[in-house]
Each structure stands twice: as structure tokens, then as C-alpha cells.
């Protein structure tokens, strides 16, 4: 979904890197949301928001931070990278205005090569 | 929230119809059916949702019996875009946010 927008698209870091991802949206949505999806895997939840001042961990948050600075922004960051951090990242949103369940817009995604 | 299970791989030829069944036997009141599209190096898109009997919109159809234990994602006539990993999840009818639970999704392949 081009409202939302990922930087960068493609990382390749060092061990013990602190790295940060950013993500964008235009949808004018309160929540949102960092997966990350690994082979085989699907996805799954690092982090969620539902609106600035919130921030929930999901299922895989150790290792990771994260920050909301204002409705339109939720940034990631690896304090210290490694290895097995290599994945896929997604950030998504999604609108608590709408009605019927939750319907969540996806970015294009950041891929994390840590060496 | 239901777990889902559905087909790791499916191959198809263009122009065929496709459908796509994933069971959800432990389906709640209060759960929807939703599917989601993912294209290679893509973040997955909402395709259809549904409740009960069939909806269909301008990408696919979706048909759930009245147990609702199980659907059938389809899609008519695929053309070679259309390859991608399609996933069933179930999500609670309310609004209320939060994690959308992907497995491993249905992988398919449409040849020419």
C-alpha cells in the first residue's frame, strides 16, 4: 500500500549495530504495527500502537524498541543487532474508526541482513 | 482466537478457477473469516472477508458454510499475477486491534 511507506527498503549491518527502521503512513490511521516474517514462519508481532501515547509489546519484542512520534510515524530499533534478527520487516496500520474487525494495511517491507 | 489450517502449496494454470479451503473448526460467534493476498518481496493485502454464506468483491469470492467451520477462498479465471501466497485468518468481529495471527499461508502457483 503506497500510504505507507518503509526506510529503508534494504539494510545489510555488522553485529552489535544498533539499527533503526522507520515507517510512514498517509492513511491517517491511529494504529499501528511491526511484524517481522521470517521463511516458513509467517508473520509475527514485535510491536503495536494505538495511538501516540501507547506502545504494546507482541509476541517477539526482546531485542527490539521502539517509538511513536506522532500518528503518522512508529520507528524500530535494534539496539544491538545480530544474526538471527536477519528477517523481513513489515510495518502496518489500521484505522479504530472503521467498522467490522480490524483490517490492517501493510508497507512494502524492509529487508535486515545482520552479519 | 481459531486456529487455522490450509493447504502449504497449490498449482494452477491460467484461466482456471482456484479455490483455496482452509478449516477453522474452533470458529467463535464472535470471529470473521479474512484473507489476505502476499506477493514475493510485498507486504500482504486485504482481499475479502466474510461472515457467513458468500461474499464477493472485484478480486475473489469467499464462501462459508452455514457451520462456518471451514472456507473457501475463489479465485476465477487466475492469470499469472496472481501467484502468491494467499492466508486464511480468523479476527474477532469487533474493532478492537491488535495482532492478525498469519500461519504459514497457501502458496500458489499459476503456470502458463
Known amino acids: 500500500d503506497a500510504d505507507v511507506t518503509q526506510t529503508p527498503r534494504n539494510r545489510i549491518t555488522k553485529t552489535g549495530k544498533r539499527i533503526m527502521l522507520e515507517c510512514s503512513q498517509t492513511?491517517?490511521?491511529?494504529?499501528m504495527y511491526w511484524y517481522r516474517q521470517d521463511p516458513g514462519l509467517g508473520l509475527r508481532l514485535i510491536y503495536y500502537s494505538f495511538d501516540v501515547k501507547d506502545i504494546n509489546k507482541g509476541e517477539i519484542s526482546d531485542g527490539y524498541s521502539v517509538s511513536r512520534q506522532a500518528q503518522a510515524k512508529f520507528s524500530l530499533s535494534l539496539e544491538s543487532a545480530i544474526p538471527n534478527q536477519t528477517a523481513l520487516y513489515f510495518c502496518?496500520?489500521?484505522?479504530?474508526?472503521?467498522?467490522?474487525?480490524?483490517?490492517?494495511?501493510f508497507g512494502p517491507g524492509t529487508r535486515l541482513t545482520v552479519l | 482466537l481459531a486456529k487455522t489450517t490450509q493447504p502449504i502449496s497449490m498449482d494452477s494454470y491460467e484461466g482456471q478457477e482456484v479455490n483455496i479451503t482452509c478449516s477453522h473448526n474452533n470458529i467463535a460467534t464472535n470471529d470473521y473469516i479474512t484473507w489476505y493476498q502476499q506477493f514475493p518481496s510485498q507486504g500482504p493485502r486485504f482481499i475479502i472477508q466474510?461472515?457467513?454464506t458468500k461474499v464477493t468483491n472485484e478480486v475473489a469470492s469467499l464462501f462459508i458454510p452455514a457451520d462456518r467451520k471451514s472456507s473457501t477462498l475463489s479465485l476465477p479465471r487466475v492469470s499469472l499475477s496472481d501467484t502468491a501466497v494467499y492466508y486464511c485468518l480468523v479476527v474477532l468481529i469487533y474493532n478492537q486491534g491488535g495482532k492478525l495471527i498469519f500461519g504459514q499461508g497457501t502458496e500458489l502457483s499459476v503456470k502458463p
Open positions: 502496518a496500520t489500521s484505522d479504530s474508526a472503521a467498522s467490522g474487525p480490524d483490517t490492517q494495511y
Open positions: 492513511k491517517g490511521h491511529d494504529r
Open positions: 466474510g461472515y457467513k
